[in-house]
Structures are given as structure tokens and as C-alpha cells.
């Protein structure tokens, strides 16, 4: 029997441990703290389909799908919501950018339709306060709770006869086929390293560089919106914001900063400036057209946050074999959570014989390339 170890209790690393132990593999997962406990505890639980590249469009289909599935098992709940972006009037870049976006997923099968700004007031009276240039929509998308999600993919984990420990931190050992835990050295025929932005650490403890760049976002979430749930999930591409129903409120969110961060050294609570821009970016966008004025009552902060995506140099995460029997899977952009599904069962797949994703190869890069983060949430291809 193929022996393996998954570090990292996340959003991927649960979905690579279930599928592992489901075919048949001994699989041992570690984390060091609990489940969901690093950025897909912080995720906004956004999932669709809409992306341009064919491969990134299939991924993501495939991680809807599976979110769907474990809806009908009763295991979350996955709520079908309408996905739209926008550029406003007088941000012509970003408008085309919008247009040529739409109709790249359209000739990737996705079910999107691109509204002009009548069209989008029609739709969408929710977001009567903004002025857009143009809009495009994405029929197949939703939300949920990341959390729920985790928890849901660990018991299934552990059901398939994986062993899970968590508040285990460990190092990677020897030629990072072996795992270091605090009662020992445990060796593996392969090991899949998915900590989030601890990964780069822990693969240059056996001499593995990686391109990867923990980089700091931040997220509100509102007191209660009467009539949330009339905002669809939505991204303001003029602004770089964000935002989705969340709890009877509204969950808005980006507060991007484009730089390195050290994953032991970072504020986790959310920046007062971003709390109060995004306050204002939701009285300007999120307007009730019968009642005149913003959507609701007055928006408050019920609570913030700040967590870490990771970037690389062309902005394709690094999944798949880095060294033999060592895999790796990091630099995700801010849309780790939403594929996740589809690419932890990709990579439990790589690692019992199948074939990786070649665009997602982490040996395109040497490992220490310079580069600058950018920003996952973008039109700006």
C-alpha cells in the first residue's frame, strides 16, 4: 500500500487527503493548529466558474460541481448566487477588459452574458448606486462557508481511513520524504506540502525553492442588510472590491497590499482604513431604488480580518512534483478555496501515478525568480 502524508489541514490538503485515502492509500494529514485554521478559515467562500484560460475554466466547473455534490449530501450548504463584475462609466481600460474577458469564457463553454448598463440596473436594482460602464454575469457560481467546507472534507477524510492530527506542526526530513513530527520521524513513499503560506518555509528545510510570495488581504463582514440577499456576489473592477450576502449582511472584501508578508509576523486584524473605504465603496454601490438610499440601514463593521494569499511570478499556482515523491501545492492568488475541490483531486491523482496539470508545473520556474505580487482579483490580463 502507497504510504502518504498531506502537511497542511486546509481547504486543498483535506480534499487531496479524502481522495487519497479513498483510493486505497495509508494517508496521514498534519496540521498544526485545526482545520481551516490559515486563509481557507478566512476565504470568502466565493465559487464560479468564469475564468478565460480553458484550463482554469475546466478546474473550476469541476470545483463547482463537487461543491454541489456535498449540497445534496446535506454535508454544507452551497447557495446558488449570481456572480457579476463591472467596470464604471468613464473606466474604458477596464471596460474592454470586461467585454474580452466574457467572451473568452463564453468560447470556453461558460454560461456568461455580458450587460449593458441598462441591462445590469434591470438585473441587478440592488446595485443601483453605481454607474457602470459595462457588466458581465456568471450564471454558474455561489457561496459558502469555507469552514463548513473543511469539516466536511476532514470526516470524509477520515472516513476513507485517513488519520488526521492536528495540532501537530511539523518539518520536512531528509530528501522531504520523511515528515519531523514532535514524537518522531515518519517516512513516506510521497509527501504533498499544502501549508499555505508556511509552504515556501518548509520546503527550503530540504532545499527546495519555490517563486511564491505570502502577500496580505483583508475582509469585512456587516451587521444585518435588510435585503442582502438581493446583492449578488460581485467585483467592482474600477475600485478592486468585493462582496457577497454573508450572514444576513454583507461580506465585502480585497484591502490588497502588494508586497511580501512574514507568515509568523502579520497583523491578522483588518486595517481601520480599510474598514472605513469599504463602508463608503458600499453606500456608493448598494442602493435600494424604492427607498432612495443605501440598501438597508446604515452599514457598520460587525467584524474584520485580515488573512494571506500567495502569488508567483506568472500568476498560475505551483501544483504537482517538485522533487521525487515531493509535491507541492501553493500560490493560489486568492482563489485557492474555490478550486480546491477540483485541484486536490488533481493532485491525489499525480501522486498515485496520474498525470499533473503541465500549466501548473512547479519545475517551470528555477525557484528564485524576482518578481512583484499582483493582485489575484483582476481584469487586467
Known amino acids: 500500500m502507497t504510504r502518504v502524508a498531506v502537511v497542511g489541514g486546509g481547504a486543498l490538503g483535506v480534499t487531496a487527503a479524502r481522495d487519497l ?13 485545526d482545520l481551516a485554521s490559515g486563509a481557507s478559515g478566512r476565504a470568502a ?40 463584475w463591472f467596470a464604471r462609466a468613464g473606466d474604458e481600460r477596464r471596460a474592454e477588459a470586461v467585454r474580452e474577458s466574457a467572451e473568452r469564457m ?19 436594482p440592488a446595485l443601483a448606486g453605481v454607474d457602470v460602464a459595462v457588466a458581465a454575469l456568471a450564471r454558474d457560481a455561489g457561496y459558502l462557508d469555507p469552514a463548513s467546507y473543511v469539516t466536511a472534507m476532514g470526516e470524509r477524510a477520515e472516513s476513507a481511513g485517513a488519520t488526521v492530527e492536528t495540532g501537530t506542526p511539523v518539518r520536512l526530513a531528509d530528501d522531504g520524504t520523511a515528515v519531523e513530527t514532535p514524537t518522531g520521524v515518519e ?3 510521497a509527501v504533498l506540502v499544502a501549508a499555505g503560506a508556511h509552504t515556501k518555509r518548509l520546503l527550503a528545510c530540504v532545499g527546495v525553492p519555490i517563486p511564491m510570495k ?22 467592482d473592477a474600477s475600485e478592486s472590491r468585493y462582496a457577497r450576502p454573508r450572514e ?14 512574514d507568515p509568523d509576523d502579520y497583523d491578522e486584524s483588518a486595517d481601520p482604513d480599510f474598514e472605513r473605504a469599504s463602508l463608503a465603496w458600499l453606500e456608493t454601490v448598494c442602493e435600494d431604488p424604492l427607498a432612495e438610499g443605501p440598501l438597508g440601514s446604515d452599514f457598520a463593521v460587525c467584524r474584520s480580518w485580515a488573512g494571506l494569499c500567495t502569488a ?44 499533473g496539470i503541465a500549466p501548473f508545473d512547479p519545475d517551470r520556474f528555477d525557484g528564485d525568480e524576482a518578481f512583484s505580487v499582483v493582485e489575484g482579483m483582476t481584469v487586467e490580463d
Open 45 to 84: 467562500g466565493i465559487a464560479y466558474d468564469a475564468f478565460a484560460e480553458d484550463i482554469d475554466a475546466a478546474v473550476a466547473e469541476r470545483a463547482v460541481e463537487r461543491f454541489r455534490n456535498l449540497d445534496d449530501e446535506g454535508a454544507i450548504d452551497f447557495v446558488d448566487h449570481p456572480y457579476v
Open 312 to 355: 508567483t511570478p506568472d500568476r498560475d499556482p505551483l501544483l504537482g512534483e517538485i522533487r521525487s515523491g515531493l509535491y507541492v501545492a501553493t500560490g493560489w492568488h486568492g482563489h485557492g478555496f474555490m478550486r480546491a475541490p477540483a485541484l486536490g483531486e488533481r493532485i491525489a491523482d499525480e501522486m498515485l501515478g496520474g498525470d
Open 214 to 235: 505570502p502577500y496580505r488581504v483583508q475582509a469585512l463582514v456587516t451587521g444585518p442588510v435588510d435585503g442582502s440577499e438581493r446583492v449578488p456576489t460581485c467585483y
Open 21 to 33: 485515502a479513498a483510493r486505497g492509500a495509508e494517508t496521514v494529514l498534519y496540521e498544526r493548529d
Open 106 to 124: 463564453r468560447a470556453n463553454g461558460r454560461d456568461v452574458a455580458t450587460l449593458a448598463p441598462d441591462e445590469f440596473a434591470d438585473r441587478f
Open 187 to 189: 517516512r513516506f513513499d
Open 248 to 261: 444576513g449582511g454583507l461580506l465585502v472584501g480585497d484591502g490588497t497590499q502588494e508586497r511580501e508578508f
